[in-house]
């Protein structure tokens, strides 16, 4: 089974501070996603990248930034992390843009204090 | 036209009982509407899918029906157990690839 892997299960930061998530699959997968979960709110994208050195915006962008050196690793970066980025962040990762279905990791659960 | 409404945000069944999960799209581009399943502390995963072209689709207790005219689909669970309740949220590929998700729905199973 491919495996999503997120750094960090929970993670408390302080406002201001630069945040790395990092994210990790072991199946050579091209996609890789970012999304936040909210209540009420569903998933939102963030950020996708279609390969390596590829990214593009996804729905809700701002404050955020992302960084696809290697195939297998996909990092999103909070530049001046501000309460409203507390929130459940999770990774995923799919074969290719035709590929059915997204591998998901567990999450990170950021608090932004 | 980008969205996927999901319908309702909660609902509680009793055990044995069948749930049903409702979605509606306005996009007729959308070429794929795929099911997650999410328990509590874990990240979504896969639990069915249908394409368009098929009215529906059954994987063990858990069922899609698809109505093209009418831009909907909706998951039925057949004897709903407990270990059923997580969060359900439908989605839909567009013309781009990227899935759109429902807002998600909360289901409980009492025992």
């Known amino acids: 089974d491919v495996k999503v892997t997120q750094s960090s299960r929970y993670l408390v930061k302080r406002t201001g501070e630069k945040v790395f998530l990092e994210c990790v699959q072991d199946?050579?997968?091209?996609?890789m996603f970012w999304y936040r979960q909210d209540p009420g709110l569903g998933l939102r994208l963030i950020y996708f990248s279609y390969d390596v050195k590829m990214k593009e915006k996804g729905d809700i962008p701002e404050g955020y930034s992302v960084s696809r050196e290697k195939k297998e690793r996909f990092s999103l970066i909070l530049e001046s992390a501000s309460t409203n980025q507390t929130s459940m962040y999770l990774c995923a990762s799919r074969w290719g843009r035709t590929g059915h279905g997204y591998t998901f990791g567990s999450g990170t659960r950021l608090t932004v204090v | 036209q980008q969205q996927v409404k999901q319908s309702p945000q909660s609902l509680i069944v009793q055990k044995g009982g069948i749930p049903i999960i409702n979605c509606a799209y306005e996009?007729?581009?959308?070429?794929?509407f795929p099911w997650y399943q999410q328990f509590p502390g874990k990240g979504p995963a896969l639990l069915i899918a249908i394409r368009p072209d098929v009215s529906e689709k059954k994987e063990g207790r858990f069922t899609i029906s698809f109505n093209k005219s009418a831009k909907q689909f909706s998951l039925h669970i057949m004897d709903s157990q407990p270990g059923d309740s997580a969060t359900y949220f439908c989605?839909?590929?567009?013309?781009?690839?990227?899935?759109?998700f429902g807002k998600g729905t909360r289901l409980h199973i009492l025992p």
């Open positions: 989605a839909a590929r567009n013309r781009d690839d990227k899935i759109i």
């Open positions: 199946m050579d997968h091209e996609n």
């Open positions: 996009n007729t581009a959308f070429d794929y």
